[in-house]
């Protein structure tokens, strides 16, 4: 029974930092693609970032630069570092694990994602 809990979450004013955390459990094997995805009020769940077993990440166009994504193997956790942060960044943010991928490329589509955290709000005031 695989389980993801989320924690880190919280409003902060523009320019301010944010970091998510999500531990996993109940994992009988590694999933090859893990990541990050936000949704806004009246609108589709989209990729932030995501990354694979060994490393490789990919960020969303608006993103670069500001959020990291990181893993800890040893911890089962999953990290989401959010610096200089905008107004545009506020939703709900839900980590998900197992993937799809082609190539070593992990799909950005939150259809291909199996398993799914319970989504932890961000907000970012002006």
């Known amino acids: 029974q695989v389980q993801l809990v989320e924690s880190g979450g919280g409003s902060v004013q523009a320019g301010g930092s944010l970091g998510l955390s999500c531990a996993a459990s109940g994992f009988t094997r590694s999933y090859y693609c893990v990541g990050w995805f936000r949704q806004a009020p009246g609108r589709e769940r989209e990729g932030v970032a995501t990354?694979?077993?060994?490393?490789?990440?990919t960020y969303a166009e608006d993103v670069k630069g500001r959020f990291t994504i990181s893993q800890d193997h040893a911890k089962s956790t999953l990290y989401l570092q959010m610096n200089s942060l905008k107004p545009e960044d506020t939703g709900m943010y839900y980590c998900a694990a197992d993937g799809l991928y082609y190539r070593g490329r992990c799909f950005f589509a939150a259809g291909h994602y199996k398993y799914w955290g319970q989504g932890t709000q961000v907000t970012v005031s002006s």
């Open positions: 990354i694979n077993t060994d490393g490789a990440t």
